[in-house]
């Protein structure tokens, strides 16, 4: 470790005026609406093997972290549009 980091750790944090830290109530009142989110999502979906084109997998991948959310938004998209379904027929 360099000594610029270590010196860094040693400092005291500074708080920009407009974005004071966190009260204890605040984060209290956060972790309350995380645990509301979390109780009202939907049932987990299951998992499923599937099968792409090596292209296909590589243009989702280079989305990043994330990218079989993604791909599971765009099948739930294409699945509830039936005007999507009716070209590939």
């Known amino acids: 470790m360099n000594a610029d980091i270590k010196a860094a750790k040693k400092m005291p944090p500074v708080y920009d005026p407009e974005c004071p830290p966190?009260?204890?109530?605040a984060l209290?009142?956060?972790a309350a609406m995380a645990r509301e989110?979390?109780?009202n999502r939907r049932?987990?979906?299951p998992v499923v093997a599937l099968r792409l084109?090596?292209?296909v997998l590589a243009k989702y991948k280079a989305l990043g972290k994330g990218y079989t959310g993604i791909m599971a938004?765009?099948?739930n998209y294409a699945?509830?549009?039936?005007e999507i379904l009716s070209k590939v027929r």
């Open 73 to 75: 938004d765009v099948l």
């Open 37 to 39: 989110l979390r109780k």
């Open 28 to 30: 209290a009142e956060f």
């Open 22 to 25: 966190s009260t204890p109530e």
């Open 53 to 55: 084109m090596p292209d």
């Open 43 to 45: 049932n987990p979906a």
């Open 79 to 82: 699945a509830n549009n039936p």
